[in-house]
């Protein structure tokens, strides 16, 4: 599901809401003041640099770091990682600048995004709305108590790389990112109807093969144009009449899309305001990016290998040597051939569906079981989960 087969609608097929499948007419559609409701859907693909390629460190059994057994028992390699990755580091992208552009304007109903980086939030997309459904570095809490922690302490614990503990239960404490093992946020399955009240969707840099993200376009009405900003065309989209392709990189797509509309200088000023505080990018940005790149994943490679210490783990496992295999956490539990982290950094490079995605609350599995996306058909989900129904 999310990668279902489908054929792009036929040319002779008109649209239902668009005067035409293309950039000229969706803009037209949102200057026209149709599009008073815009849902805006994300993934790694909207992110540069290090960010967007963190699924290439080749690391063994690297998604022990996202594994919360595994976290409960050895903390560190989490932390290295999130040393790297904690907000502040790294500048918005123009697309999620866009986002911002959107609210600005009065149009944006949600942002569904699966990034963990709080780049939205920098863009200065409000956080009432944003939904962020793998979790993400804005909050976090104790693993065993949930006692909210602050986040200069926890700030201050990973510029160190230290493990901080929680004031009231001494439990360990790690931002509210959505490990495996664990619940989705109940946000998510509140929002997830809400794609059906939109009256324009625009998904960007994503692959759509984790669910039930994955689902999120499905929802929203057939008469509801749908634009795909991505490198390759993902979960159907382009079979439905009124469905506008913008093929390639997302900040290029973007500014097409701005640029139709009239509003190019304004998202070009708007993203230049998240420049000042970004120095350390600039003198990366001055730099051979490519070897810059390489250079950073190498030391990152290092850092968090060093703290798993899992190539010696494994192979005294294959020898049957004393160190035992940790509870419940083996290397076909996510169904992963590689070490890799696109459990967590999902692309728009992304081939196959991962075999597993996080856990679904039992309480909101009947609601989850009635997203259906078929080959090209958009089902409206009609059961919208009350809290009761999401476990908190």
């Keep these: 599901m999310g990668q279902e087969e489908s054929s792009p609608i036929n040319d002779s097929v008109p649209p239902s809401s668009l005067a035409g499948r293309t950039v000229e007419a969706l803009a037209e559609y949102i200057k026209s003041g149709k599009a008073e409701k815009v849902v805006v859907m994300t993934g790694a693909g909207i992110k540069t640099g290090l960010y967007a390629n963190l699924a290439r460190l080749n690391l063994p059994y690297a998604e022990a770091v996202f594994e919360i057994n595994y976290f409960r028992q050895n903390p560190e390699p989490f932390y290295t990682l999130a040393h790297e990755l904690y907000p502040g580091k790294y500048r918005p ?99 997830r109807s809400l ?71 304004e998202l070009e000023a708007l993203w230049a305001r998240t420049a000042p505080a970004q120095a350390a990018q600039s003198h990366t940005e001055a730099k051979d990016k490519d070897q810059v790149l390489e250079d950073e994943i190498d030391k990152l490679t290092k850092d968090v290998d ?25 290397k076909s539990q996510h169904g992963f051939e590689n070490g890799n ?11 196959s569906a991962l ?23 958009r089902e409206e989900e009609n059961d919208k989960p009350s809290t009761k129904d999401v476990k908190e």
């Design 93 to 191: 992208t123009i697309a999620h600048s866009f986002i911002r552009l959107l609210d600005d304007k009065g149009l944006l109903l949600k942002h569904f995004t699966q990034n963990i980086d709080c780049l939205d939030r920098e863009a200065g997309v409000p956080g009432d709305k944003i939904v962020e459904a793998h979790g993400s570095f804005a909050r976090q809490s104790c693993i065993d108590c949930s006692m909210p922690y602050p986040e200069v302490d926890i700030k201050r614990h990973i510029d160190a790389k230290t493990i901080p503990k929680c004031e009231h239960c001494k439990g360990l404490v790690k931002p509210e990112i959505v490990f495996f093992g664990e619940q989705l946020p109940a946000d998510f399955f509140r929002n």
């Design 195 to 265: 794609p059906s009240e939109a009256d324009l969707c625009i998904v960007m840099g994503t692959s759509l093969t984790v669910q039930p993200f994955a689902s999120l376009p499905s929802m929203v009405k057939e008469s509801t144009p749908r634009v795909l900003i991505n490198k390759e065309r993902v979960g159907g989209i382009g079979s439905g009449a009124d469905d506008v392709l913008l093929l390639g990189d997302c900040d290029d797509g973007v500014r097409k899309l701005a640029k139709a509309c009239g509003w190019l200088d």
């Design 306 to 330: 060093k703290t798993l210490d899992l190539s010696r783990w494994l192979d005294q496992r294959v020898r049957n040597e004393k160190r035992a295999t940790p509870p419940q956490f083996s």
């Design 341 to 351: 982290l696109n459990h967590v950094f999902v692309s728009e490079n992304q081939k």
């Design 355 to 377: 075999s597993e995605t996080p856990v679904i609350p039992k309480e909101s599995s009947k609601a989850s079981d009635e997203v259906k996306v078929g080959s090209g058909q």
